[in-house]
T-cell receptor, first 110, second 113 residues
């Protein structure tokens, strides 16, 4: 099993739709979780950290499910500008390095 | 404040030549990562430095690749005897520590002809 797994997509959704991505991780000792966004030919940029109690930033909501070992990202009222690849990042626990998923591609269409 | 700085931004080299890529992390960041990314592909982990600990070199694809980090700050990734399959964007990222988010540089686009 890969350390961090994501559905590669693409997810094609109409503008205004709500879309959700999941990301599963294999190490139950993992403590830190993040979502990044990467636009074509650009470097990844931090979208949001994921906290145990779940957290929200505007149209974006991140949640952690430790029992099932996955994190999720929900985007409400999606915009054309949300089109990008979304990467989940998990640390290995015990001081291990951060590991990236391969990313989920989102395309928001008119 | 200054972010992660990488140089050069673009590098074109002939097959068989050696190249050096440089990364200046954010001041005070103890963790530094190197990744590479081919067009349309995901991030491929190369090497990870954390403070004074021995680096995690588990992602280096061959012994032609090496990296060092001097004084806990600047890092150099060296590729010897470059091959065409080494062509990619090489990204450097730094963070305050193992549980902190990464901040990426703009990358170095390497083209081996």
């Amino acid at each position: 099993r890969k350390e961090v797994e994501q559905d590669p997509g693409p997810f094609n959704v109409p503008e205004g739709a709500t879309v959700a991505f999941n990301c599963t991780y294999s190490n139950s000792a993992s403590q830190s979780f993040f979502w990044y966004r990467q636009d074509c030919r650009k470097e990844p940029k931090l979208l949001m950290s994921v906290y145990s109690s779940g957290n929200e930033d505007g149209r974006f909501t991140a949640q952690l499910n430790r029992a099932s070992q996955y994190i999720s990202l929900l985007i409400r009222d999606s915009k054309l500008s949300d089109s990008a690849t979304y990467l989940c990042v998990v640390n290995g626990g015990g001081g291990n390095k951060l590991t990236f998923g391969t990313g989920t591609q989102l395309k928001v269409e008119l | 404040g200054a972010g992660v700085s990488q140089s050069p931004s673009n590098k074109v080299t002939e097959k068989g030549k050696d190249v050096e890529l440089r990364c200046d992390p954010i001041s005070g960041h103890t963790a530094l990562y190197w990744y590479r990314q081919s067009l349309g592909q995901g991030l491929e982990f190369l090497i990870y430095f954390q403070g004074n600990s021995a680096p995690d070199k588990s992602g280096l694809p061959s012994d032609r690749f090496s990296a060092e980090r001097t004084g806990g700050s600047v890092s150099t990734l060296t590729i010897q005897r470059t091959q065409q399959e080494d062509s990619a964007v090489y990204l450097c990222a730094s963070s305050l520590g193992v549980d902190s988010p990464l901040h990426f540089g703009n990358g170095t686009r390497l083209t081996v002809t």
